[in-house]
C-alpha cells in the first residue's frame, strides 16, 4: 500500500478564489493510500516546497498528488522536488485544478466538486505507480545540415566554430541556395553576392565543415544523439579532386541547349557546367540528360580539353554512411508554379515574369547582363505593372491561403531599384495591403513612394492581356477610387507566392518531422520552441519552417545552431522512461503497431515465450526506449492489448476513470 | 430573418472572408455599366446595406458571367449575392418563382441574355 501525501494550492487567488481548497484537502483525506493532506498559497515557492519535503520525512510518504496548475507548467518542478527528497520522481501526479477546473469555472461549489473529482483520479493512479528510471542514451558530437542556403550555411558555420563537426548536405551542384540568384537585397540594398559569397567561402574553408554538394539524404535511421544516414553522392562526372575549375570544358561542350535552372530557364546552359561563376564547389557536373557523349557514345569534348584529366565518365553514385548526433533541416523554397493563373497570360507572354525572374535580369551575371529588357524583343520597357500576392493569400485551391510574406519588400525593392537605374520607366504597383513589419523596412517602402514616384494602386489585377503590338494591357481594380483601370504595358512582374522546396514531404518522412498541410516543417512550439521540431534532434532553420526574409533566417539559423551545440555538448542523454513495452504473452506478432507508430520505435523479433509451460517461438513486438516518445498509439491500436505505457499502464488509466465515475 | 441574413442565406455567400482585393472588380467585363462595383456588393452586405443592394442598377446589368466567383482567390463568390439580391427583388415583387411563360414580358432591351440563363438556373430548383 502506498503512503500518498496531497498538496492542494490556492496559486495565490487563481485557484482558491473559484476552489474550496480546504475542502479539496479535507475530501482527499478521506481516499484510500492517503495519509496526509495540506492546503498552500503557493506550491511551487520555496515555501511551499520545504513542505512537501517535511511531510516526506514526517510521514514516510512513498506518492505525491499536486493539485496545481497544469503539468505542462509544474510538473518537472515537484518531481525534482520529490527526488530531492529522495522520492522516485515518477511517484509524483499532478491534479490540474487551475487551467481544467479554476479558470474555467465561476459557480464555487461545482468548481470544487471537480476539483475533488479530479484529486480523486490522480490518487487512484498514484496507488499503482511504481518507481521508473530514466535510461542513458549517446551523443554522436556531429551535426547534419541538409539544404546548403544561407540558413544551411550560416547554421552549420555557427556550429562549426563552437567546435563541432557538421557536414552540408546539399542537392544541387553548388551551395548558396535562392540568395545567390538575388541580385540586391532589401532592406539596404547591398549586393547580394557580395554579402553571400565570403560566408560560402568560409563554409567551405572551415576545417568542421564537410560539404556534399549534387547530394541528397537517402535514408534515416536511430534517434536524437544517434542517427545514421546514407547520402547519395551524385555521379559528377568529374573527379573534385583533380578539377582546377578552369571552366574549359563549359566553354566546349557543344550541348548548350538545357535550360539553365539557376536563370530560372531565361537562358541555356551548357551539358556539363556550374550553375554560376562564383559556385562552390568551382567543380562542373555533366547533365547526363543533356550530355551527347551519355546519349549516344560519341563526343568527349570536354575529356580532350580538359587539361586536368578530371573527367571522369564511368563515375557512380556513391553511397556515404555516416552517425549524426542532430539534424538541421535547411531546404528552403521555390515559387509556385503559375498554371493555374491564366488571367496573368504567364505562359502566353514572355514579357510577363516573375520576381524571381527579374532578379536574373536585373543582375549583371544574369541573362541579359543586367540590363532591363523585354526577353520577348529585347526593347526597354517604359511601362513596368508589378502584381502582388500573386497566389498568396488565396483560400481557393489555385494558390496557397499563407502570406508569402517577402513580396512586399522585394517588389519595393524592385520599383525602386528600376526607377533609380532608369528614371523614364513608370512603374505601377497593384496591391491589397502593403506589409512592411520590420526594422527599417516600412521606411523603405514609403522612400518608392515619395522618392522615387513608384505609383501603387490598392486593387489586384483581374487580366493581362497580351496586344497584336507586343503590348500587355493590363486591367485593374483602383478600390480607392472606385474605378477599373486599363494599363498598356510593356512588362508584367508578378510577385510570385513561395512553397517549401519539393521533395521536403520526403525528408520529414524520413525524419519523422511533422509538416503543415502548406508543406512547412511544424516547430515544437510556435512561440517557445519555434527552432525544433517535434521529433527529438531535428532542428529547423530558414525557410523550410516559414516564409522569412534573410535577416530573419540568419537569426533562425543562428537560434538552431544554439540548439545542436546544447545537444552536442551533452555527453549523455537521458531517455524518457514512460515508453512502451509488450507484454511477450499477450503479444500475437500482428504488426498492426508498428504501422501506427509515428516514430519508427517498434521491430518484431522471434523469441522463445514459456506461455504456462508451454515453450514456443513467437513473434513479438520490441520497442526501441530511445526512440519511442510515449505517445501511446501503439497501446490503443494493439488489438490483444499486449502494449502497455509504463507511468500510463490500462491499468492505471482505468483506475482513474474508475475513480472519476465513482 | 432580416434582410442581411436572407442575402446571405439564399447566396451561401460569407462577405466577412473578403479581403477587399478588388480582384472581382478587376475581372468584371460589365464594370463599366454598374453603379456599385462587385467588390462593393460585398461591402454592401457586410454593412448591412441591402436597401441600397437591391435597389441596384448593376444588378441587371451583371452578366452573371462568374467570372469573380472563379477569380476570387477566397471564394467569397459576389457574383452570388447579385443573384440573391435579383431573388429577393423578385419575392418582394410576389412569388418566389416565375414560370418560363411570365419571363418574356419582364424582359427588358438592355438585359443581357445570359442573366436569363442564370435566371432558369436559380428558379429551376
Ligand atoms: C524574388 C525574391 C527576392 C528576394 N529578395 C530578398 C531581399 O532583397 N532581401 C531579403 O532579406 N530576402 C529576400 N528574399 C528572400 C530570401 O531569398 C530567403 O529569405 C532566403 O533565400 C532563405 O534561405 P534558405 O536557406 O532558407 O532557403 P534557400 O535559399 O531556398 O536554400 C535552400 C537550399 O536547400 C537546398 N535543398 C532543397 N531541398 C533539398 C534536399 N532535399 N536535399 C538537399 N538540399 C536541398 C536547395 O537546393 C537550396 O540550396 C527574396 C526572395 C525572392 C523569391
Ligand atoms: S576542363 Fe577540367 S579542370 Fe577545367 S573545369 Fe572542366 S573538368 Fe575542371
Ligand atoms: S508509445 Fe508511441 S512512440 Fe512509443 S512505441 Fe508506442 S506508438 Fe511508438
Ligand atoms: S475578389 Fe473576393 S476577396 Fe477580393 S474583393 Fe472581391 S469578393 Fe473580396
Ligand atoms: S458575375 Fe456579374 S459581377 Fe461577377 S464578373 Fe460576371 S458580370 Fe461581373
Known amino acids: ?662 | 430573418m432580416n434582410a442581411k441574413e436572407q442575402v446571405q442565406q439564399i447566396s451561401g455567400v460569407n462577405p466577412y472572408k473578403c479581403m477587399k482585393c478588388g480582384k472581382c472588380s478587376a475581372t468584371c467585363p460589365a464594370y463599366e455599366e454598374m453603379d456599385i462595383k462587385p467588390h462593393q456588393f460585398v461591402s454592401y452586405v457586410q454593412s448591412g446595406n441591402i436597401e441600397a443592394l437591391a435597389a441596384c442598377k448593376s444588378m441587371w446589368k451583371c452578366l452573371s458571367c462568374f467570372a469573380c466567383v472563379e477569380r476570387c482567390p477566397r471564394d467569397v463568390q459576389p457574383g452570388r449575392i447579385l443573384d440573391a439580391a435579383r431573388q429577393i427583388v423578385v419575392r418582394q415583387r410576389g412569388g418566389n418563382y416565375l414560370t418560363a411563360e411570365e419571363i418574356p414580358p419582364l424582359v427588358d432591351e438592355d438585359l443581357p441574355q445570359q442573366l436569363l440563363v442564370s435566371a432558369y438556373r436559380r428558379y429551376k430548383r
Not at chain 1, 38 to 44: A, G, N, R, S
Not at chain 1, 163 to 182: A, C, H, N, W
Request: glycine share 8%; charged share 25%.
Open chain 1, 1 to 662: 500500500m502506498q503512503r500518498i501525501g496531497v498538496f492542494v494550492c490556492h496559486c495565490g487567488s487563481n485557484i482558491a478564489a473559484t476552489v474550496d481548497v480546504k475542502k479539496v484537502a479535507e475530501m482527499a483525506r478521506l481516499e484510500p493510500g492517503v495519509v496526509f493532506a495540506d492546503d498552500y498559497q503557493y506550491m511551487c515557492s520555496e515555501a511551499g516546497q520545504a513542505k512537501i519535503g517535511a511531510a516526506i520525512k514526517e510521514y514516510n510518504l512513498t506518492g505525491l498528488v499536486v493539485c496545481s496548475c497544469s503539468p505542462r507548467m509544474h510538473e518537472a518542478t515537484f518531481r525534482k522536488c520529490a527526488e530531492r527528497y529522495g522520492l522516485n520522481p515518477y511517484m509524483v501526479e499532478i491534479a490540474n485544478i487551475r487551467e481544467h477546473c479554476s479558470w474555467i469555472h465561476k459557480d464555487m461549489e461545482e468548481a470544487t466538486q471537480k476539483a475533488v473529482i479530479l484529486a480523486r483520479a490522480a490518487i487512484a493512479k498514484v496507488n499503482l505507480n511504481a518507481p521508473l528510471q530514466a535510461g542513458e542514451s549517446r551523443v554522436t558530437k556531429r551535426a547534419l545540415v541538409i539544404g546548403g542556403g544561407i540558413a544551411g550555411i550560416q547554421t552549420a558555420l555557427d556550429i562549426a566554430d563552437a567546435g563541432y563537426e557538421v557536414d552540408i548536405v546539399e542537392k544541387t551542384p553548388s551551395i548558396g541556395g535562392r540568395m545567390s540568384q538575388l541580385d540586391k537585397t532589401f532592406p539596404t540594398l547591398d549586393c547580394s553576392a557580395c554579402i553571400l559569397t565570403p560566408k560560402m567561402v568560409d563554409a567551405a574553408g572551415h576545417e568542421k565543415i564537410k560539404i556534399y554538394t549534387y547530394s541528397e539524404v537517402e535514408k534515416v535511421s536511430g534517434f536524437v544523439g544517434d542517427f545514421t544516414v546514407d547520402i547519395r553522392k551524385k555521379a559528377r562526372s568529374v573527379d573534385e579532386a583533380k578539377c582546377t575549375g578552369c571552366g574549359v570544358c563549359q566553354e566546349k561542350c557543344p550541348s548548350k541547349k538545357t535550360p539553365s535552372e539557376f536563370n530560372r530557364g531565361l537562358n541555356n546552359r551548357s551539358a556539363i557546367y556550374t550553375p554560376f561563376a562564383q559556385a562552390i564547389p568551382n567543380v562542373p557536373v555533366i547533365d547526363r540528360e543533356a550530355c551527347i557523349k551519355f546519349k549516344t557514345g560519341k563526343c568527349g569534348v570536354c575529356e580532350k580539353v580538359c587539361q586536368a584529366g578530371a573527367i571522369n565518365y564511368a563515375q557512380e553514385d556513391e553511397i556515404i554512411t555516416e552517425k549524426y548526433g542532430a539534424i538541421v533541416v535547411a531546404t528552403g523554397f521555390d515559387t509556385i508554379k503559375l498554371d493555374k493563373y491564366d488571367e496573368y497570360a504567364y505562359s502566353q507572354s514572355k514579357d510577363v515574369i516573375t520576381s524571381l525572374e527579374l532578379e536574373r535580369i536585373m543582375n549583371a551575371a544574369g541573362p541579359t547582363k543586367g540590363h532591363l529588357e523585354r526577353l520577348s524583343d529585347g526593347k526597354a520597357p517604359k511601362e513596368i505593372v508589378f502584381v502582388q500576392c500573386v497566389g498568396s493569400r488565396c483560400s481557393d485551391e489555385r494558390g496557397k491561403p499563407y502570406c508569402s510574406k517577402i513580396c512586399c519588400m522585394y517588389t519595393a525593392k524592385h520599383a525602386m531599384l528600376i526607377r533609380d537605374k532608369y528614371p523614364d520607366v513608370n512603374v505601377t504597383v497593384f496591391y491589397i495591403d502593403v506589409r512592411t513589419p520590420g526594422k527599417n523596412f516600412d521606411e523603405f517602402y514609403r522612400r518608392a513612394v515619395e522618392e522615387y514616384g513608384v505609383n501603387y494602386i490598392k486593387g489586384q489585377v483581374g487580366k493581362v492581356a497580351p496586344q497584336p503590338d507586343g503590348s500587355l494591357l493590363v486591367q485593374g481594380s483602383d478600390l480607392i477610387d472606385n474605378k477599373q483601370i486599363k494599363i498598356k504595358a510593356d512588362m508584367v512582374v508578378l510577385a510570385t507566392a513561395i512553397e517549401p522546396n519539393q521533395g521536403v514531404r520526403n525528408i520529414a518522412t524520413m525524419l519523422t518531422a511533422s509538416i503543415d498541410t502548406n508543406n512547412f516543417l511544424t516547430e515544437a512550439h510556435p512561440k517557445l520552441r519555434p527552432v525544433e521540431s517535434p521529433t527529438a534532434g531535428v532542428f529547423l532553420s530558414g525557410v523550410c519552417q516559414g516564409p522569412k526574409d534573410i535577416p530573419e533566417t540568419v537569426s533562425q539559423a543562428g537560434a538552431a545552431a544554439v540548439k545542436v551545440i546544447g545537444l552536442l555538448a551533452k555527453d549523455k542523454l537521458t531517455t524518457n522512461p514512460c515508453t512502451a513495452q509488450a507484454d511477450e504473452l499477450l503479444c500475437n506478432g500482428c504488426s498492426n503497431c508498428a504501422k501506427v507508430c509515428p516514430y519508427g520505435a517498434i521491430t518484431y523479433e522471434t523469441r522463445q515465450v514459456n506461455d504456462h509451460g508451454i515453450r514456443e517461438d513467437r513473434r513479438i513486438a520490441v520497442v526501441n526506449k530511445a526512440l519511442c516518445q510515449g505517445c501511446g498509439a501503439c497501446t490503443v491500436t494493439c488489438p490483444s492489448g499486449a502494449m502497455d505505457l509504463q507511468g500510463f499502464s490500462n491499468r492505471q488509466l482505468i483506475a482513474e476513470v474508475d475513480a472519476i465515475c465513482r
